[in-house]
């Protein structure tokens, strides 16, 4: 058996409006042999799915390359539609035959095929308070049967597109947040099925969204803009083949609907009355701006990605009523009611009660996440809001009557951006499950169209330090390439001119005068997020046209560092977040005692190096060598600066250990000495953490690699303040952004920074996925072309098991530790790829593989590592060793 699924193009299974002018398929193989490997390939793209006229045939092209093939000689034109099919042979010449047809479909790829008119509702329009929302429609009739019609769409704020009565697509918040000043992402519709010949009815309701509403904390809003608008594409092709558009021009008439107010931090009015409203339709305007700003949609649609049921309604002491959706969330809650015209209801949302079990807003700050409804009477009526989402697991209801409050009445919608699942984690240790799941819903909660710190207060932002210190840990549970690939354009096109990388992306704490923080915007490891990401996308999906693209912006970065202050290998000046909420700083402040120059030089060499990686990546090897010299320097001067001669780091703090340790800047004795600082800190603390946003991340990993496995694993079972778990036992549903957010007694961390849905704490998801379950790979050979399977059992586990879904295939994990003391390694890996196997303990022991002796098996290499334990070098398959 060999075969080949999963053909994918750009990421996606038959994508529609993509502007990609040379397309990348990727595909994957399956055999029940072992060691199979693809010899070559052929790809053959067609106008029409019957394959006889060929736009393109790669003929049998002998390669194992099967990721990220760029399709390059066919010049690919607007809203077309592109056949393709792959088939592969392996080292036997077994081939797989043709895979299932495929296709990808062109958007609008030239800027003045763009007809329509930005289109707004008219001045004279009374829209209630300034802030209802107007509807723009435009009816057509169409006089024959419709072949094919595909609409392209995009709006200043965030629009809604219904035809005919029916929501237009599954994606919400569209068009997404982008630099709007620079970017805005257009979407395409398949709407051949909602059209009708007869009449038709468009209609577009447009909200506030990121670009007028309010963002930051300050209350300021309209950073984009002030005036909502839509553009609008719709293309009829008609069963005769005639073609009509219609599209966004002053024929359109606009009124206000139902939703008198939509603000993303506070939540959404509707007046359902307003519905049966005779209304008065009045021409729109036409406005001016610019077109050149579009892009195709680049990442995944939100959509709804489940629903949850509450699990409890309660009267608290103060007797608010409230319901528990059992999950901290983001998205909102949707809910029927049967009621007298002109009742208002109101939804509060919240994530905690506080320590008397009271409904509890302080954390939430200014935001008011709060929907109010008013109904229209009669028959039952279903709500929920258009233009905001809400991060909460209480929901405090108001103006209900007793009969209206039924829990089946209520479920809770979850949204964010529909990334593949790719990966799990599951263990023996019911805490540690539950640690994982609240990692997993960390990145629901916050992988909103962008990556942010937290879904709930007003704040929301994309802050970069947040998405680096969680990238790596994001891949191993969804596909984020395409979700960082666009967000990454966005950081590029808000760096400023100097290279400097702003605190938030997109960018809405303004490049200057800023009140909340002194210029110049940019801080280590949070600026460094323009580096680190492009790298670890590489890494993970192979994406080697992303660090193309990123390249200018990564050098950027590392020269603005290099131009700070008088030494250009340290930084040593300006503002720094440093090691942002650790619990060795001084009362009263959110920075960590590891001092910020040292923070910000070890950053520095950190991103040199990758920079310098990349840079031969791409083949640029001056580039590669000039980087090279500036990392040597940058770590001459950082030991001169900060490590004595005698190799005692001088900063004594945890975080200073685990980066000159992690980024590889001290060597021999002062590694050493490092180790052993590190450890004599833990002890002091009795093996509790005192690392902030910089350190945490690393700090399991240092000690697993540098021979403290068992301290690791003592860190992760810590169940008192401060550790992972601590929150846990407190009943965390989600990663917390304070190692007491909640603390023993039950009051609160101050209210004014405490969310409790903050992804970045949640690193240490990518040591259960790295280390404890030992996936990871040979960065020469990226992708998991060639993983390192290298598991590290510890105390307190009896078994772990997960898997990732690689652009290759599944790659699969899993230990347990038998009663009578054996070991079971039961690892898989994809087909076109190859693995070497590191057997943890295993060293001196006899070791059977599938029953046989190991060294009796024909299908690996035994080789054995640096600890003298056993390494076998496999192809793909199943292997399973037991000693
Ligand atoms: C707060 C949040 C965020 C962090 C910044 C520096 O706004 O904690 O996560 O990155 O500060």
């Not at 009795?686 to 700090?699: A, I, M, Q, R, S």
């Not at 399991?700 to 301290?711: I, P, R, Y």
């Not at 949640?762 to 990871?776: E, F, H, P, S, T």
């Not at 290499?861 to 398959?877: A, C, M, P, R």
């Amino acid at each position: 058996m060999f075969n080949i699924k999963d053909v994918r193009c750009e990421y996606k299974k038959d994508p529609i409006g993509i502007d990609v002018e040379k397309p990348r398929i990727s595909w994957k193989l399956e055999s029940d042999q072992r060691g199979v490997v693809q010899s070559s390939y052929q790809i053959q793209v067609a106008e029409n799915q019957d394959f006889v006229n060929l736009l393109w045939d790669s003929g049998e092209v002998k390669s194992d390359k099967s990721i990220h093939i760029e399709i390059e000689d066919v010049q690919v034109t607007s809203r077309r539609r592109y056949y393709y099919r792959v088939q592969a042979w392996n080292q036997h010449s077994e081939g797989t035959g043709w895979s299932d047809t495929s296709f990808w479909e062109t958007g609008l790829l030239n800027k003045d095929e763009w007809s329509a008119e930005w289109i707004s509702s008219p001045s004279d329009l009374e829209l209630m308070d300034g802030t209802q929302s107007p509807i723009l429609r435009r009816c057509f009739s169409l006089n024959a049967a419709i072949s094919s019609a595909r609409i392209y769409a995009t709006a200043l704020g965030m629009y809604n597109l219904q035809l005919n009565g029916q929501k237009i697509g599954d994606a919400y918040f569209t068009p997404g947040w982008t630099n709007y000043n620079e970017r805005l992402q257009y979407q395409t519709y398949d709407v051949t099925a909602l059209l009708r010949s007869g009449n038709n009815d468009i209609e577009a309701m447009l909200g506030n969204g990121w670009y007028k509403g309010e963002l930051a904390w300050s209350g300021a809003h309209s950073h984009y803009g002030n005036r909502l608008a839509l553009l609008f594409q719709l293309y009829v092709v008609l069963n005769d083949g005639t073609e009509i558009i219609i599209h966004s021009d002053e024929q359109w008439e606009a009124e206000a609907s139902p939703i008198l107010m939509s603000e993303l931090y506070h939540g959404e009015t509707y007046d359902a009355r307003l519905e049966q409203k005779e209304k008065t339709w009045k021409q729109v305007d036409v406005i001016p701006y610019t077109k050149d700003i579009l892009v195709a949609q680049e990442n995944d649609h939100v959509r709804i990605i489940e629903e949850i049921n509450p699990v409890a309604l309660v009267t608290t002491p103060k007797g608010e009523i409230v319901l528990d959706m059992g999950q901290n969330m983001v998205g909102w809650v949707r809910f029927s009611v049967k009621g007298e015209a002109g009742q208002k209801v109101k939804l509060i949302h919240a994530e905690v009660l506080d320590k008397d079990g009271n409904f509890y807003m302080d954390n939430i700050r200014t935001a008011k996440q709060t929907n109010h409804y008013i109904l229209k009477g009669g028959e039952i009526e279903t709500f929920e809001p258009h233009f905001t989402f809400q991060g909460f697991r209480y929901v405090q209801l108001i103006g209900f009557t007793p009969e209206q409050l039924h829990l089946e009445h209520f479920t809770g919608v979850v949204l964010h951006s529909d990334m593949e699942p790719t990966g799990s984690f599951e263990c023996s240790d019911s805490m540690i499950n539950q640690l994982q799941h609240n990692i997993l819903w960390g990145l629901k909660g916050n992988f909103l169209d962008v990556p942010t710190d937290c879904p709930q207060r007003d704040e929301r932002l994309g802050w970069t330090g947040d998405a680096q210190m969680f990238i790596r840990t994001s891949t191993y549970l969804m596909n984020v390439a395409p979700f960082f690939t666009k967000w990454l354009r966005d950081l590029e096109s808000d760096q400023a001119d100097d290279g400097g990388v702003p605190f938030v992306v997109p960018n809405v704490l303004g490049k200057e005068g800023n009140q909340h923080f002194p210029p110049p915007f940019s801080s280590a490891a949070w600026g460094d997020a323009a580096v680190i990401c492009p790298w670890t996308i590489y890494l993970v999906y192979g994406d080697k046209r992303l660090l193309e693209e990123q390249y200018d912006s990564m050098i950027a970065w590392v020269e603005y560092i290099r131009r700070q202050g008088e030494n250009e290998f340290l930084w040593n000046t300006g503002f720094h977040f440093g090691d942002w909420l650790a619990l060795d700083s001084k009362p009263d402040s959110y920075v960590g005692a590891t001092d910020r120059d040292y923070i910000a030089t070890a950053f520095y060499a950190y991103s040199t190096s990758l920079l310098q990686k990349t840079a031969m990546v791409l083949g640029k090897s001056q580039d590669a060598e000039q980087y090279s010299k500036l990392h040597t320097n940058i770590v001459k001067a950082f030991k001169e600066e900060f490590v004595t001669p005698a190799g005692r780091i001088s900063v004594p703090t945890q975080t200073a250990q685990l980066l000159a340790l992690m980024f590889e800047l001290v060597e021999g004795k002062a590694k050493e000495r490092a180790v052993e600082k590190l450890m004599d800190l833990l002890k002091e603390s009795n093996f509790h953490l005192t690392t902030g946003f910089v350190g945490t991340p690393y700090l399991n990993h240092v000690l697993s690699e540098n021979g403290q496995n068992e301290a690791a694993y003592k860190l992760l079972f810590q169940k008192d303040y401060p550790s992972w778990l601590y929150q846990v036992t407190k009943g965390a549903t989600t990663i917390w952004e304070h190692w007491d957010g909640i603390k023993e007694d039950g009051s609160f961390w101050s209210a004014d920074m405490n969310s409790f849905n903050h992804y970045a704490y949640g690193a240490i998801g990518d040591w259960l996925y790295r280390k404890v379950l030992g996936i990871d790979m040979d960065e020469q050979y990226p992708a998991y072309k060639k993983s390192i399977i290298k598991p590290l059992p510890g105390e307190g586990l009896f078994f772990a098991k997960g898997r990732l879904e690689t652009m290759y295939g599944t790659i699969e994990s899993s230990w347990t530790k038998l009663s009578d003391g054996t070991l079971e390694v039961e690892v898989t890996i994809p087909s076109n790829t190859t693995a070497e196997i590191i057997l943890p303990n295993s060293s001196g022991r006899k070791i059977f593989e599938s029953e046989l002796p190991i060294e009796q098996s024909n299908a690996l290499t035994v080789v054995t590592d640096s600890n003298n334990d056993v390494k076998v070098l496999v192809g793909s398959g199943n292997y399973l060793f037991k000693y």
